[in-house]
């Protein structure tokens, strides 16, 4: 039996080793043992839903931004995809970027690219170099994988080595709710702050290579915290790092970012 037990550890540990996935921006390593195509079924599906009982703004000033800043930081980031030959990881993303008239400060995505910005949060972000901090961040959740990274470490939590690879569709989809609650728009993504700093890191990349300037980052976060009424952050800042640790962060980041921004033409 203890032979057993250890060949399945083995073979457990072979097989996460297998799933550990490299960010290509970042060079972050993450467990990822769900099927992709399968989670982002589940997040169309979560997606209209959401979408289907709000109030989706349409022709605004602010929802043109919203779609015109989403797909310049989507078009630069599959050029940087292209460029390192890992295009196919992307390949099934189905971006969509949608403005939702709610006064909550909130934005988020799902995996797969569907992502959705809360009126709420547009006055803080005053421009679209603002509003490319926000977008850049949640489209690097998207990316990087944290969706499947947290259901990853949801099925391991749960159900050990006995579920690594072959998890039923029941099985996922029952941890896919934990994971994304239906319904509960303000805690549909609930990022640890590791993937969060990473989101950070790699958006402040992703708008300097769409041509915004990243050194707005900064300013905006102040913005943010700024927003905040009491000692409740705002909705989008409740699960994020502290206020020092991002600017120590994005301060360390900042000169490979200003180096991606001059190569998309921005004057440093």
């Known amino acids: 039996m203890k032979k057993v037990n250890?060949?399945?550890g083995i073979g457990a540990l072979s097989l996460m080793m297998m799933a550990?996935?490299?960010?290509?921006?970042?060079?972050?390593?993450?467990?990822?043992?769900?099927?992709?195509?399968?989670?982002?079924?589940?997040?169309?599906?979560q997606y209209r839903e959401v979408i289907s009982k709000a109030k989706v703004v349409k022709g605004t000033t602010a929802a043109k931004s919203v779609q015109n800043v989403g797909l310049r930081i989507k078009n630069a980031a599959n050029n940087y995809y292209r460029g390192i030959g890992r295009e196919a990881d992307i390949t099934n993303y189905q971006w969509e970027f949608n403005l939702i008239d709610d006064k909550q400060v909130n934005a988020w995505a799902m995996p797969g690219g569907k992502v959705a910005v809360y009126t709420g949060i547009i006055p803080i972000t005053q421009n679209d170099t603002g509003l490319a901090v926000v977008l850049g961040h949640e489209i690097s959740h998207a990316l990087a994988g944290h969706g499947n990274e947290r259901i990853s470490q949801a099925m391991v939590a749960q159900y050990g080595g006995a579920i690594l690879g072959s998890?039923?569709?029941?099985?996922?989809?029952?941890?896919?709710?934990?994971?994304?609650?239906?319904?509960?728009?303000?805690?549909?993504?609930?990022?640890?702050?590791?993937?969060?700093?990473?989101?950070?890191?790699?958006?402040?990349?992703?708008?300097?290579?769409?041509?915004?300037?990243?050194?707005?980052?900064?300013?905006?976060?102040?913005?943010?915290?700024?927003?905040?009424?009491?000692?409740?952050?705002?909705?989008?800042?409740?699960?994020?790092?502290?206020?020092?640790?991002?600017?120590?962060?994005?301060?360390?980041?900042?000169?490979?970012?200003?180096?991606?921004?001059?190569?998309?033409?921005?004057?440093?």
């Not at 550990?20 to 599906?45: F, H, W, Y």
Request: proline share 7%.
């Open 6 to 8: 250890k060949f399945l």
């Open 167 to 268: 998890a039923t569709s029941g099985q996922m989809a029952a941890i896919f709710q934990q994971v994304y609650p239906i319904g509960a728009q303000v805690a549909l993504l609930k990022y640890g702050r590791g993937q969060e700093l990473e989101a950070d890191e790699m958006g402040l990349y992703l708008m300097a290579m769409a041509g915004y300037d990243p050194r707005q980052a900064q300013p905006f976060w102040e913005r943010m915290e700024a927003s905040s009424t009491g000692n409740r952050p705002p909705e989008f800042l409740s699960t994020h790092p502290s206020p020092e640790s991002r600017r120590a962060d994005l301060q360390k980041h900042l000169p490979k970012a200003l180096e991606y921004y001059k190569v998309s033409g921005g004057k440093i």
């Open 20 to 45: 550990c996935t490299t960010n290509p921006i970042t060079g972050r390593k993450s467990l990822q043992l769900a099927n992709d195509q399968e989670i982002s079924a589940m997040a169309v599906q």
